[in-house]
């Protein structure tokens, strides 16, 4: 008998370590021949610990399970979810990206190829470099880390670069909150990864990879190092990959806690052992990036998708989505909702769908205030912009952004004052201090929100100035984004601007 | 964490820092390195890093100071971080945090007057459809509340 017990952090972070041991000890004590599969998680994180039993072939679910409950659930007294796929949760998306996550075992490669795993890179082998990124072009896939800059237009021009050497980076940096999607496939799927990257180098001729990981993700970390290994010993990295005659390797590379390291030029500096600090775009990292070589630098989720895109081709991919928003999105829904987790959807979705039917709410019970999307430099959303569908042109035109697709949920005891200062108080601590209207701007934006907090009325056109300029004049997003979360709380949630000023009359 | 240790010798730095020369762009996995074996990075690494990269000790320094990460004292025996992002905060961070600090009679980036516990802010683990969340070491956990954290810190000795 199988039973599959997450290892992915959220998992563990509800105690599925105790549980996987409790099932261990249990089973032994029963005479049960039980084989205990850490898989990752299903994406489904209000059941975690979320245990899958093996009957007549189909995987039933229970969940949230304590240690304590362990007995009850060898004795099949445990009351169950039912067949996992069947949950509603699950019916409702369209999994590409995140399809073998919380099925597999992360680190068993011929579960993986089971799951339609080095299909994709098997097919990519017997391609020319130029109809790989043809390939990626005609998917349609934007970057998934925030900017949404088509994919296959940046291999093409690391691809047509002349350089003795090339290298495919993978921004693992994923520091925005509400976040969490790299760091479960990662976790959950890190051969996916892997195959993605392997792609990407045969596309533009790059033999190098790097994964820059936040350090904050221990766990993703030991995880992709023993895949490493794993791919290593079976040929899908090294001087022959997979017998294609050509060479790809990669390694880890451990952030050290600067959020700014997101931004793909500070994490080039950061990865070449200096200060985390913004380079001046041109030169593009494609023409001039890692050690001054053409250099592809895509966020884990745009390679983890490359497979899938190969395996299924671009068509299967381009056939989901909304206009130019092309393909899936996997959604994190996090922050005070009843049901928070990974829901991996084609683009379009409204987001007060998301909200209210996916999400159930919030995790009170009392009424959402506010959705900010997008990280801590995206803007905050009204209830009144719910209708807003899920994608970079309709984000754009109401006055925000999808980013790396967080969306944290307030219940209406959030106050947007402090919201807003906070974006500003983060917004100086991280900056990398190269530019000025980051570096002085939001120290001074933390100042003059405190003014319009002690009633000072004329602060609050001073600051609608400050984001301005930030906005207009920052080198990166950390200074040129933070006006976001700022200037969408001060007027989509006035109340919260004006409240003290009238006790202080 | 490690119990304070004496002070690395010159030869056991150099020895760390031989270990990833062949890297390209080795800086961060030496600084890494040196950390995770003294617990901080000594002044003395300092100026065997810039001399094994040929840079200058300022730069060391400059680079060192940059990340959050690298710190220049040892923390206390056990390092709990608390996430102050976003959706932490929807779930009530703040105020656990600041219980918390009360409780352990210090302000973020301080140590417990025992050396127990050094208690600093995490913006984001990653856990932000189960917060608040916080970590103990390298372990994560999740819907953190006063209990739970007050087992936490007895666990660690605070």
């Known amino acids: 008998m199988r039973i599959w017990v997450p290892r992915d952090s959220a998992a563990k972070a509800l105690g599925a370590d105790a549980v996987a041991e409790a099932v261990a000890v249990e089973a032994a004590a029963r005479g049960l021949d039980v084989q205990i599969v850490r898989n990752g998680t299903r994406g489904m994180i209000w059941l975690e610990p979320l245990v899958e039993v093996e009957q007549d072939g189909v995987r039933i679910g229970y969940g949230p399970v304590s240690p304590g409950d362990v007995p009850a659930l060898l004795d099949g007294k445990m009351r169950s979810l039912g067949p996992v796929e069947d949950l509603d949760w699950m019916q409702r998306q369209d999994r590409l990206t995140f399809a073998r996550v919380g099925v597999i075992d992360p680190l068993d490669l011929a579960d993986y190829e089971a799951h339609g795993g080095l299909a994709g890179l098997r097919r990519a082998i017997a391609m020319t470099g130029a109809e790989i990124v043809a390939e990626v072009t005609g998917s349609g896939l934007r970057g998934r880390g925030g900017a949404g800059f088509p994919t296959g237009i940046k291999w093409n021009t690391v691809l047509n670069a002349e350089a003795d050497r090339k290298y495919i980076v993978c921004n693992a940096d994923e520091g925005d909150s509400g976040t969490f999607a790299d760091r479960m496939i990662m976790e959950g799927d890190p051969f996916c990864l892997i195959e993605g990257m392997a792609i990407a180098g045969l596309g533009v001729g790059a033999t190098r990879g790097y994964v820059y990981l936040r350090s904050e993700y221990p766990d993703a970390i030991a995880v992709m190092q023993a895949a490493l290994r794993v791919a290593r010993g079976a040929g899908v990295l090294g001087p022959d990959v997979l017998g294609s005659g050509t060479a790809f390797d990669m390694e880890i590379r451990v952030g050290a806690g600067a959020y700014v390291c997101g931004e793909e030029t500070s994490l080039l500096n950061s990865m070449e052992g200096k200060r985390g600090v913004v380079r001046a775009k041109p030169p593009l990292p494609a023409l001039e990036g890692f050690l001054g070589k053409p250099t592809v630098v895509n966020n884990v989720l745009s390679l983890a998708t490359v497979p899938v895109i190969f395996e299924k081709g671009a068509a299967h991919y381009a056939g989901f989505g909304l206009g130019r928003s092309k393909g899936t999105m996997p959604i994190q829904i996090a922050g005070n909702v009843k049901r928070g987790g990974l829901f991996e959807t084609g683009f379009g979705m409204p987001l007060g769908d998301l909200v209210n039917e996916v999400a159930g709410g919030t995790a009170t019970g009392r009424p959402v205030k506010a959705v900010q999307v997008g990280g801590p430099l995206g803007a905050y959303f009204h209830p009144d912009q719910f209708d807003t569908p899920f994608g970079y042109e309709a984000f754009d035109r109401a006055g925000g952004l999808i980013g790396h697709a967080g969306v944290v949920v307030f219940d209406d005891s959030a106050d947007m004052l402090k919201m807003a200062r906070f974006a500003m108080e983060f917004c100086a601590v991280e900056s990398c201090g190269k530019c000025t209207p980051c570096r002085i701007g939001a120290v001074r934006g933390v100042e003059t929100i405190d003014r319009i907090a002690q009633g000072d009325a004329d602060a609050i056109a001073l600051l609608a100035d400050l984001c301005e300029t930030m906005k207009d004049g920052s080198l990166c997003a950390l200074g040129g984004f933070t006006p976001f979360p700022v200037m969408s709380a001060l007027e989509r949630f006035p109340d919260d601007f004006g409240r003290q000023r009238e006790a202080a009359e | ?158």
């Open chain 2, 1 to 158: 964490m490690p119990n304070p240790m004496p002070a690395p010798t010159e030869e056991e730095i150099r020895d760390i820092v031989a270990g990833q020369l062949h890297l390209e762009g080795p800086l961060l996995p030496i600084l890494h390195a040196v950390q995770r074996s003294f617990g901080h990075v000594p002044q003395a690494a300092l100026g065997v890093i810039a001399e094994a990269l040929n840079i200058t000790r300022a730069e060391v320094h400059g680079v060192m100071s940059f990340y959050h990460d690298f710190r220049e004292v040892p923390a206390g025996r056990h390092v709990v971080r608390i996430c102050r992002a976003e959706a932490c905060q929807a779930m009530g961070a703040d105020a656990l945090a600041a219980r918390t600090l009360e409780k352990l009679g210090t302000a973020w980036h301080g140590t417990t007057a025992n050396g127990a516990v050094t208690v600093e802010p995490v913006y984001c683990l990653g856990l932000c459809a189960c917060g608040p969340a916080a970590m103990v070491d390298n372990r994560v956990v999740g819907h953190v509340d006063d209990a739970k954290m007050d087992t936490l810190l007895s666990e660690a000795g605070a």
